[in-house]
């Protein structure tokens, strides 16, 4: 679709909606199966100005459910990485063993990017959010809903943090944790560095994806 076909309305909400984009902090999904939670996600993400997705798809290929994402998934870059995926059915109560390629991938091309990768895990000592640097780019890693990550995604990560636990239940869902996290660490980053905005080439080619959608 041309620029010229947007309504000046819609424009306003593009340039309002860009305005509040940022790549200093970016989600990392780890073999998502549940589309609503996978849509969830994604909502979150496009609420809070989070402009990257990153998805590993090692056993699961990721679904997102069209009634609960609504059109955030249009609205967000999404990267995909399927190196070790292999298209067939696996359980998901079998704990994954060993490298998982997908998550490897991902691993690199975020690292590469200047990301600091932070696995979502209550296992082992954890870095408190309020700790954390703002100075850094940071993309968080959450993995499946049974398992979480895999283990070599937690041991390769640069650090691991976990969300405070006060009653019986062992984890929150993965869609919650994420909203949690995020919703954070964006108030922080707004309040604490200056420099989270997207430069203006980053603007402009975002501005030319965004043009294509007309409602």
């Known amino acids: 679709m041309s620029e010229d076909f947007l309504t000046e309305r819609r424009r306003e909400r593009m340039r309002r909606a860009l305005e509040n984009r940022t790549r200093r902090l970016t ?19 496009d609420g809070l100005g989070i402009q990257d997705i990153h998805i590993a798809e090692n056993r ?5 459910h069209s009634k609960v994402a609504g059109r ?3 609205w967000l870059t999404i ?18 063993e060993g490298v998982q390629s997908s998550t490897a991938e991902a691993f690199a091309a975020l690292k590469n990017a200047g990301y600091t990768i932070l696995a979502t895990s209550p296992r082992g000592q954890s870095t408190p959010l ?17 398992w979480g990550l895999s283990d070599w995604a937690i041991e390769n990560a640069d650090a691991t943090v976990a969300l405070p636990m006060l009653g019986f239940t062992e ?9 949690m996290v995020l919703f954070y660490l964006a ?6 560095n200056s420099d989270w905005k997207l430069s203006a080439i ?5 501005w030319r994806e965004w043009s294509r959608f007309k409602k």
Do not use: W
């Not at 999904?29 to 909502?43: F, G, K, M």
């Open 27 to 45: 989600i990392l999904l780890e073999d998502i199966y549940d589309p609503l939670n996978a849509s969830a996600v994604l909502r979150t993400c």
């Open 60 to 64: 699961h290929a990721f679904h997102a």
């Open 72 to 74: 955030a998934a249009a």
């Open 79 to 96: 990267h995909r990485y399927c190196s070790g995926y292999t298209n067939t059915k696996t359980d998901f109560r079998i704990k994954p």
């Open 130 to 146: 309020k700790n954390l640097d703002m100075s850094k780019k940071y993309a968080i890693a959450l993995g499946s809903e049974h």
């Open 171 to 179: 984890s929150y869902n993965i869609s919650v944790t994420a909203a």
């Open 187 to 192: 108030e922080r980053l707004r309040s604490e």
């Open 202 to 206: 980053e603007s402009q080619e975002i």
